[in-house]
């Protein structure tokens, strides 16, 4: 199984909903990443987990909160976003997060709307 | 701060051509570059990752070219077909606090016409 899955596809919320994106790998790789991407945008890198730890936190706000219950997954729960955080938010793995030269991953993107 | 800049920032091109697209970067300190091709909506998908110590590398019709003095690379494409219009997006990972960190480019959007 080499594929990064993330649920749902699309997501339509309001600014008081509560929700989560989910992501999951089955690699065996020890990094995780989430990416928020605007149209026509490069990635912005938001979070990242090392061995199921938090190590990178991009100054993200705080209603963006990840969480990592195993090495296999990866959530992102939101609470009280804006309509400008609506975008594409991409997960992604890598093997090992202490190896520069390891190929990252990305799964196919869950398109945020927040109205 | 560190930058990557691409150019084109977008390409047409006619089906069977060939292409360059071009990267330049300012990230130091430097682990490795890749390039990476996203469909709209998609996530990206490797096609090439090069180390300081790489001058070439190909993946099929993807041919990537790294000169680490002056801290460019290029993708040039052969052949093109309908099927590489996508954005094409240059990463260079530097290092920082024992962490990799990427740094993106804004990506070139390629369209190929028949």
């Known amino acids: 199984d080499t594929e990064v899955t993330q649920t749902p596809k699309h997501l339509v919320m309001g600014m008081t909903n509560k929700k989560s994106l989910k992501c999951e790998q089955h690699m065996g790789h020890r990094a995780m990443y989430w990416y928020k991407q605007k149209a026509k945008k490069p990635p912005e890198l938001m979070f990242v987990y090392s061995y199921e730890k938090l190590s990178i936190n991009e100054s993200v706000p705080s209603r963006f909160s990840p969480e990592c219950p195993n090495s296999s997954l990866l959530n992102l729960h939101l609470h009280a976003l804006q309509p400008e955080d609506s975008a594409l938010y991409l997960c992604?793995?890598?093997?090992?997060?202490?190896?520069?030269?390891?190929?990252?991953?990305f799964g196919p993107g869950t398109r945020l709307t927040v109205l | 701060k560190n930058q990557v800049e691409q150019s084109p920032q977008s390409l047409i091109i006619l089906e069977g051509k060939n292409c360059t697209l071009q990267?330049?970067?300012?990230?130091?300190?430097?682990?490795?570059l890749r390039w990476y091709k996203q469909d709209t909506g998609r996530g990206p998908v490797s096609l090439t990752i090069?180390?300081?110590?790489?001058n070439t590398k190909s993946n099929g019709r993807y041919t990537a070219t790294l000169d680490a003095d002056t801290k460019q690379s290029s993708l040039h494409i052969t052949a093109s077909q309908l099927s590489d219009s996508a954005s094409y997006i240059c990463?260079?990972?530097?290092?920082?606090?024992?962490?990799?960190?990427?740094?993106f480019g804004r990506g070139t959007s390629l369209i190929v016409h028949p």
């Open positions: 992604a793995s890598s093997q090992d997060p202490g190896l520069s030269y390891n190929e990252q991953f």
């Open positions: 990267c330049n970067y300012t990230v130091s300190p430097f682990s490795n």
């Open positions: 090069m180390t300081f110590s790489e």
């Open positions: 990463v260079v990972i530097g290092s920082a606090g024992g962490s990799y960190i990427p740094t």
